[in-house]
């Protein structure tokens, strides 16, 4: 599952708040930054902040 997000910082503070751990660091590239979040299935997440392209 993908999930875009505007401020993918924000998301990574308000998640670890709340408890969640997430697999790995952010990693950048061309299109934008993304971490990956594990369900409670396990299954994971990507979290993405597309590039600015202005």
């Known amino acids: 599952m993908l999930l875009v997000v505007d401020d993918l910082d924000a998301e990574i503070?308000?998640?670890?708040?709340?408890g969640l751990?997430?697999?790995g660091e952010v990693v950048t590239g061309p299109g934008g930054?993304?971490?990956l979040l594990p369900d409670p299935a396990g299954?994971?997440?990507e979290l993405f902040q597309p590039a600015d392209r202005s």
């Open 21 to 23: 751990s997430f697999r």
């Open 13 to 18: 503070d308000r998640l670890h708040a709340a």
């Open 33 to 35: 930054r993304q971490i």
């Open 43 to 45: 299954n994971l997440v």
